[in-house]
C-alpha cells in the first residue's frame, strides 16, 4: 500500500471517530439545555398558579371551581401557534393541586386521582419540607419518550402551607424542536467533516510529494 494511502487512511479514521464523539455530545448537550429551559419556564408557571390558588383559599378550603373552569376551557381551546418549523395545536400541560397532608383535591388530567395520597411522589415530599420539588416519570417504563415533568410550588396562606401546586407536561413536547436540532447538527457536521477531509487529501499530498521525489530520484539513481 502507497504511503499516500496509509496517511489518508490514517485521517480519515481519525476524523470520522472525532467528528461522531463530537456530534454525539452537541446532541446530548443540546437535548439538556432544552429540558432546563423547559424546567425553567414551568417553575414560573407553577409559582404564578400557586399565588393565584392562594387567593381562593376560604376557611382554609380551596375552591376549585376557578381552576376547572379555566382549564377546561385551556385544553379545549385550538391553537394555531407557529413556533419556527413547528406548528403547536393544542396546550399540553396537566394541573394537579394537593392538600398539605399530599392528598389530592383538584387534577385537570386525571379526575380519577382526587383523593389519592400524592406524599409519597418526589416532587409533592420536596414542596411539602419547604425545599424545591422537581421529578420526571415515566408513564411508559422502557420507553424514555413517555417521560413527563412534574414541577410543584407551595400554595402559602397566611405564611402557612396550605397546600402543594404542580404543573405537569410531557417530555414530547420538546421533541420537535430537538429532532429539528439533531438533523441540523447532523448537517453541519457532515459538512465540516466533509470540508476536512478534503483538507486530509491536500495535506497527505503535501506530504507525500518530497517523499516521491526522493523514490523517483534513487530509482533514477539505480
Keep these: 500500500m502507497r504511503i499516500s494511502v496509509k496517511i489518508f487512511?490514517?485521517?480519515?479514521?481519525?476524523?470520522?471517530?472525532?467528528?461522531?464523539v463530537l456530534q454525539d455530545w452537541i446532541i446530548s448537550d443540546v437535548r439538556k439545555n432544552y429540558s432546563e429551559a423547559l424546567e425553567e419556564t414551568m417553575i414560573d408557571m407553577s409559582n404564578v398558579l400557586a399565588c393565584m390558588a392562594s387567593e381562593q383559599v376560604v376557611n382554609n378550603r380551596l375552591d376549585t371551581s376557578a381552576f376547572e373552569l379555566a382549564m377546561k376551557s385551556v385544553?379545549?381551546?385550538?391553537?394555531?401557534?407557529?413556533?419556527?418549523?413547528?406548528?403547536?395545536?393544542?396546550?399540553?400541560?396537566?394541573?394537579?393541586?394537593?392538600?398539605?397532608?399530599?392528598?389530592?383535591?383538584?387534577?385537570?388530567?386525571?379526575?380519577?386521582?382526587?383523593g389519592t395520597n400524592f406524599s409519597q411522589w418526589r416532587n409533592i415530599?420536596?414542596?411539602?419540607?419547604g425545599k424545591y420539588g422537581a421529578r420526571a416519570s415515566r408513564r411508559v417504563k422502557d420507553d424514555p419518550r413517555s417521560s413527563v415533568y412534574h414541577i410543584s410550588a407551595p400554595i402559602m396562606t397566611d405564611d402557612k402551607l396550605f397546600g402543594v401546586m404542580t404543573v405537569a407536561k410531557p417530555v414530547t413536547s420538546?421533541?420537535?424542536f430537538v429532532n429539528y436540532a439533531r438533523v441540523?447538527?447532523?448537517?453541519?457536521?457532515?459538512?465540516?467533516?466533509?470540508?476536512?477531509?478534503?483538507?486530509?487529501?491536500?495535506?497527505?499530498k503535501w506530504l507525500t510529494n518530497p517523499i516521491k521525489r526522493l523514490q523517483s530520484y534513487v530509482n533514477g539513481i539505480r
Excluded at 487512511?9 to 461522531?20: D, K, P
Excluded at 415530599?125 to 419540607?129: A, V
Excluded at 441540523?184 to 497527505?204: F, R
Aim: net charge positive; no cysteine; hydrophobic share 45%.
Design 184 to 204: 441540523k447538527v447532523i448537517v453541519q457536521t457532515a459538512g465540516a467533516a466533509l470540508l476536512v477531509l478534503i483538507m486530509n487529501i491536500i495535506i497527505s
Design 9 to 20: 487512511l490514517g485521517y480519515l479514521f481519525i476524523t470520522v471517530i472525532g467528528f461522531l
Design 125 to 129: 415530599s420536596y414542596t411539602l419540607k
Design 174 to 176: 420538546m421533541t420537535h
Design 75 to 114: 385544553l379545549e381551546r385550538k391553537l394555531s401557534a407557529r413556533i419556527y418549523r413547528y406548528t403547536k395545536e393544542r396546550v399540553e400541560v396537566r394541573v394537579y393541586i394537593t392538600d398539605a397532608k399530599g392528598i389530592v383535591i383538584y387534577d385537570s388530567d386525571e379526575y380519577s386521582q382526587v
